[in-house]
């Protein structure tokens, strides 16, 4: 197994690989462009973004959102957008591809780290299209998805490059830090490289306390005797950046240059103990804190669904709300064959990558500093599908590596030529290609908002006031915030249990004056209602919730305008807006309405509302709305009673059947009733209308 490493000699053939592995992982996300070359995806010149954070950082780069705090992705917008002037949409659309490529270099490095120097183009290339990964960084995506990989990767090669010389095993030297200039300038690396990555996402610092604890770790059981308490230390001035940023990043390279010029003064074995404890007990108070700002939110968000919803309470809350991560798709169960085959495009090819990274740990233990991200990865069972691609790097390697170092030996004992082993690589990477890309094409191009939608939206906040505010689903709260310029009542950060709840009732509720006495309600307690309901039995709520909509409630006019916007693509999602809205606080459950997309029927009888759809399968609606952008027909079927609702677009030909409690929402009955009906049965009025897709109101 060749010893190569960043420092010895073929320092530019590992860059010359970095650049080129970037390159190609960028190149790859481009194939797909032709898919959004049309102009559905399009809104006057600006690209339709694919996750609806990515409207976040756009909203915070405008200073639009006025939560959108100075953070690193909205910076980097600003700053693109002082060089290149195109709309910061655009620049998020284009930026997400490359920003997703530099993850493809620290594959790469770790590759050379491991000594397996031709898997260095593999390992990046297929990690770069790997299911998992692709999904979340593709054109759009402008997210920190990749900075949670990135960072944790780069980190994690710079900090076993390090510790590997200071280990007692094959392959490390056993050096102490006495005029050892790399062994400073390493540590000083990392700890402005850690005080740069922290700000990009929360979880990042927990992850390099994860890397911290299982590197002191391997000082203690396999580190060289003489450079123990020099590890120690080094780790704890790393340490100081997670738990104290720039303030602790200038103490760490204060006490990293310290130890430099007095080496001796760390020798003694009572001094090596005390700082080794220091060290434990350091990266325990900081997971402390970390726990206490992030842990005790993220992951009951994640992981509450797995055990029951359970619910969330609201700050200060006695009432317990729904929790989110039930409806979330990103924290959806996966089953393990499907988890592996996102990590490594099949099963059995997951599989094997694990077992072949539990060589590479036999033979090199400081690759144990990946294992947080296989366990990651591999946690998606439980924690939900985005996690998958964590594991995406270490399985390949484990895939990989070792079949490298097999090259390797092989290749002396039969003298093969290095030029051949080079073109079996590269051969290699040309055969999967298409494979990879067939895979990937198979994933639908997808956008937060559809273009009627966004239409609305910008239309809206040409005539809208500049005071109101927009209630819609908090899926959609960025992109409205980002296109109509206005504020909404929630979206990706106010998406809680408490905010959930509201939603519900006003977009799920049976009746159009219930929807409305709400959003009056809400609006005169600050957008927070349930601080007044955290003062009320939970009998006083019930019955307040049971007199909106009968007149039962005082409604005070609005001191801005309230914009309610319901459209065609929300409709999978009242399955969730009606279980929020219907909320029992005491069995702490909802109610789950039924709602289903299928193709456009093969045959639908408008006399009898029999319709024929996939195959020979046969339904009887009780009414069935055909929406339309010039007229709306609607036909009734008394005949069918208990049979599905049904609704066609007739622009795209979709089908939704919905259930009696789904119909006869808030959210359908402001989507399907006609213009002439609207005004004289609701308190809204009808501003925006582009039906099919999207209908925009204001309450009176």
């Known amino acids: 197994m060749p010893n190569v490493g960043i420092f010895r000699k073929g320092f530019w053939q590992i860059v010359a690989i970095c650049f080129a592995v970037f390159l190609f992982s960028a190149g790859m996300r481009l194939i797909e462009y032709p898919r959004w070359d049309q102009t559905s995806f399009k809104v006057d010149g600006e690209w339709l973004l694919a996750t609806h954070d990515a409207y976040f950082w756009v909203a915070g780069a405008e200073e639009v959102n006025p939560i959108a705090e100075p953070m690193p992705m909205a910076v980097l917008l600003d700053v693109l957008s002082r060089i290149f002037p195109i709309p910061h949409a655009n620049l998020a ?31 990046p290339i297929l990690g770069a299209l790997a299911p998992a990964f692709y999904n979340r960084t593709r054109l759009g995506f402008y997210d920190t998805d990749w900075a949670t990989l990135f960072f944790p990767l780069l980190i994690s090669w710079l900090l076993a490059v390090w510790i590997q010389a200071r280990l007692r095993c094959p392959g490390s030297m056993g050096r102490s830090d006495r005029g050892d200039k790399k062994g400073r300038i390493i540590p000083a690396i990392l700890i402005v490289l850690t005080a740069v990555a922290l700000p990009w996402h929360t979880s990042i610092g927990l992850y390099i306390l994860a890397l911290l604890g299982l590197a002191a770790t391997l000082v203690a059981v396999l580190g060289v005797h003489e450079t123990r308490s020099a590890s120690f230390l080094t ?8 738990g104290a940023g720039w303030v602790g990043a200038a103490a760490g390279l204060l006490l990293v240059w310290w130890m430099g010029r007095f080496p001796a003064r760390f020798r003694h074995p009572w001094s090596t103990r005390l700082i080794g404890v220091g060290l434990f007990v350091m990266l325990a108070v900081i997971l402390g804190i970390q726990f ?16 029951g919803d359970g619910g969330s309470q609201a700050s200060g809350s006695v009432l317990v709300f729904p929790n ?3 409806s979330v798709r990103e924290t959806q169960k996966v089953n393990l064959g499907f988890t592996l085959e996102g990590i490594a495009f099949h099963p059995l090819l997951g599989a094997a990558g694990v077992l072949g990274y539990l060589v590479i740990l036999w033979k090199k233990p400081a690759a144990v500093l990946l294992l947080p991200l296989l366990l990651l990865g591999l946690g998606a069972v439980r924690l939900g599908i985005r996690f998958t691609m964590f594991a995406t790097p270490v399985v390949l390697l484990g895939l990989l590596v070792p079949l490298d170092w097999i090259s390797a030996q092989a290749g002396e004992r039969y003298a093969w030529d290095k030029r051949l082993r080079a073109a079996v690589s590269l051969t290699t990477v040309l055969v999967l290609i298409p494979v990879m ?9 997808e956008t937060v908002v559809g273009k009627a939608h966004a239409r609305a939206l910008t239309t809206l906040g040409e005539i809208a006031d500049p005071a109101g505010t927009i209630w819609t689903w908090w899926d959609y709260g960025y992109a409205s915030q980002h296109f109509a310029g206005l504020e909404t009542f929630a979206d990706g950060r106010r998406n809680t ?3 959930l709840f509201s939603l519900g009732t006003v977009l799920g509720s049976d009746t159009l004056d219930r929807s409305a006495e709400f959003i009056h309600f809400a609006v005169w307690r600050n957008f927070e209602p349930w601080d007044v309901w955290n003062t009320w039995s939970e009998a006083e709520l019930e019955a307040w919730l049971d007199g909106l909509g009968r007149g039962e409630t005082q409604s005070e006019p609005l001191p801005a305008a309230q914009y309610l916007i319901v459209q065609w693509e929300g409709i999978p999602a009242l399955v969730w807006i009606q279980y929020y809205g219907s909320w029992d606080f005491h069995t702490q459950e909802g109610q789950l309405s039924r709602v289903s997309k299928v193709m456009r029927p093969l045959e639908l009888d408008l006399e009898t509302g029999v319709f024929r759809f996939d195959g020979d399968q046969i339904l009887h609606a009780v009414t069935v709305d055909i929406l339309d952008e010039s007229v709306e027909q609607h036909y009734d079927y008394p005949a069918n009673a208990g049979g599905p609702h049904l609704l066609l677009n007739n622009a795209t030909g979709e089908v939704m059947l919905l259930d009696e409690t789904a119909y006869r929402s808030t959210f359908i009955q402001l989507l399907i009733l006609p213009v002439d009906q609207l005004e004289d049965v609701s308190s809204f009025t009808l501003l925006i209308d582009d039906q099919p897709f999207v209908r925009v109101f204001e309450l009176r």
């Open 437 to 445: 890309v067939q895979v990937n094409w198979r994933i639908p191009v």
């Open 93 to 123: 659309f284009w930026a997400s591809i490359l920003l997703a490529a530099l993850v493809a270099i620290p594959f790469a490095l770790w590759c050379y780290f491991l000594g397996a120097p031709y898997a260095a183009l593999i390992v």
């Open 235 to 242: 780790l704890l001035a790393i340490a100081l950046v997670v």
């Open 497 to 499: 249990g408490d905010y």
């Open 324 to 326: 989110l991560a039930a």
């Open 292 to 307: 206490q700002e992030y842990l005790s939110i993220a992951i009951p968000a994640y992981v509450g669904k797995l055990f």
